[in-house]
């Protein structure tokens, strides 16, 4: 079945970095798109950076264009995103997602999210 495992987390002054990882099985990862999302506190979910699968497009929320860089490597189904400058405001559960089409039908799968808080 498809799994996703993101690790990475943690606390984490402001300015700072960290880099999250997330480990995919169970489905053709070098041929899916992959994302992460965010969820803050009291917030909707929302789309953070997407990755094409040969690395040919990248896309950004605005709110993290130039501090944010997601990468991914094939050989190991591991998507990374990392993460510079953090602000109190990146404070959020990340997640994994990967949309995966079977049957012409699309379907969203995700993982059980990572904590990050930026704060001094």
């Known amino acids: 079945q498809v799994q996703l495992v993101e690790s990475g987390g943690g606390l984490v002054q402001p300015g700072g970095s960290l880099r999250l990882s997330c480990v995919a099985s169970?489905?053709?990862?070098?041929?899916?798109?992959m994302n992460w999302y965010r969820q803050g506190p009291g917030k909707e979910r929302e789309l953070v950076a997407s990755?094409?699968?040969?690395?040919?497009?990248?896309k950004y929320a605005d709110s993290v264009k130039g501090r944010f860089t997601i990468s991914r490597d094939n050989a190991k189904n591991t998507v990374y995103l990392q993460m510079n400058s953090l602000k109190p405001e990146d404070t959020a559960v990340y997640f994994c997602?990967?949309?995966?089409?079977?049957?012409?039908?699309?379907?969203?799968?995700w993982g059980q999210g990572t904590q990050v808080t930026v704060s001094s």
């Open positions: 997602n990967a949309p995966i089409l079977r049957a012409g039908v699309s379907t969203a799968f």
């Open positions: 169970g489905f053709s990862f070098t041929t899916n798109t």
């Open positions: 990755m094409s699968p040969f690395g040919t497009s990248r």
